[in-house]
């Protein structure tokens, strides 16, 4: 145990020389996790690289491939949907960075927006709020459903992610790949082009692996008056304020299980308002779990575990949780 975790650290050091080289400037060792989640809960990432473009993917999958440790990668977005341990991440965190990049069209772009006849191209770290409202101000509609998630274009795809009766699947075309850590059958060489077919979407998941970053993706938009747009942006924004709390937390815990929704039953059994030390059941929607200002990342992730318990106990339908828990022992990571 203490040698793998000896090595891992070897492999961290190695790692960290290659791409302090290829990617000067964008490589920190220890970096604190909390501020890239919406929980902004839990520890460092034992190295973290920011990337904005395919040539930096490309650069990290060839760094990657030279280390000869196996090092764990986490890719992460905008940290919707992600709670991370107090011990952190003991490999590669990458972050995919969103700010959007004005004017010309740069290739790969992670922060790159295109709005074209009818389909929109958008980098995978463009926030799926301004992917919305950009769109529509151009009168392009069908995307407006994005301007309540707060996730990026990547994490759309890799899940799927919907709402307000419209899913990813419904409104994308294809996606552009780059897999950090191809498996050894994958042809060499770089990113890929897939439709939405080969993406195997279904409710709230993908076939994409956990190393395959999206670099961009193409929706399907409608041409729509910007007036129109503008209104269903302002309902969907409104729902979401009436139905759903603010505060620290990542969305819905828990997938919905067919047919019933995750909300429903956990209310029903009667656990809105149970706590586990600083975090609890949302008031307003029992889907939600609200992290107080002395949670601390375990709370939550018990509390995960705690409601799963009651509510199998209760109905019988174990549920699955849509948040992403990451650092945990295993009895919390899959209660
Ligand atoms: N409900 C209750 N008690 C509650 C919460 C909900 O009885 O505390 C009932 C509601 O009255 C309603 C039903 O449960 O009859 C469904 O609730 P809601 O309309 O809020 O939708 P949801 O299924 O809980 C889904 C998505 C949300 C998305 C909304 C709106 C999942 C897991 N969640 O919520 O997505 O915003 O629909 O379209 O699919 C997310 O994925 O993070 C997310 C927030």
Not at 8 to 20: F, H, Q, S
């Amino acid at each position: 145990m203490i040698g793998a975790v000896r090595e891992r650290r070897a492999g961290i050091d190695e790692l960290a020389l290659i791409l302090e080289h290829a990617l000067p400037g964008r490589v920190a060792r220890d970096v604190p996790l909390s501020s890239l989640t919406t929980y902004r809960l839990g520890g460092p990432a034992a190295l973290l690289v920011k990337t904005s473009a395919e040539d930096d993917l490309e650069a990290l999958r060839e760094a990657l491939g030279a280390v000869r440790e196996d090092i764990p990668v986490l890719v992460v977005g905008r940290g919707s949907n992600l709670l991370v341990a107090e011990s952190g991440f003991p490999g590669l965190a990458v972050l995919i960075e969103g700010g959007l990049i004005e004017g010309g069209v740069v290739r790969g772009g992670l922060g790159e927006l295109a709005l074209g006849d009818g389909v929109v191209r958008a980098g995978g770290g463009v926030p799926l709020p301004v992917l919305a409202r950009r769109a529509a101000a151009v009168g392009l509609g069908s995307l407006e459903f994005y301007v309540g998630i707060p996730g990026s274009v990547g994490g759309a795809v890799a899940m799927n992610a919907g709402g307000h009766g419209r899913d990813t699947a419904e409104v994308l075309l294809s996606a552009r790949l780059v897999d950090l850590v191809p498996p050894a059958t994958a042809s060499p060489g770089s990113a890929v082009e897939v439709g939405v077919d080969a993406l195997d979407l279904g409710y709230r998941r993908s076939c994409l692996r956990p190393t395959q970053v999206v670099v961009e993706a193409s929706f399907r938009a409608t041409p729509t008056p910007p007036q129109l747009c503008a209104a269903r942006l302002a309902e969907v924004v409104a729902w979401r304020r009436a139905h759903q709390p603010r505060g620290s937390n990542a969305g819905s815990v828990f997938k919905n299980p067919p047919g019933d929704s995750a909300g429903r039953l956990v209310d029903a059994c009667g656990l809105k308002g149970l706590a586990v030390g600083g975090a609890w059941v949302s008031e307003r929607h029992a889907n939600f779990f609200q992290a107080g200002p002395d949670a601390t990342a375990t709370d939550v992730a018990r509390l995960v575990a705690e409601v799963t318990r009651r509510v199998e106990e209760a109905t019988g339908v174990r549920l699955e949780a849509e948040l992403r828990l990451v650092g945990f022992a295993s009895d919390l990571e899959a209660p």
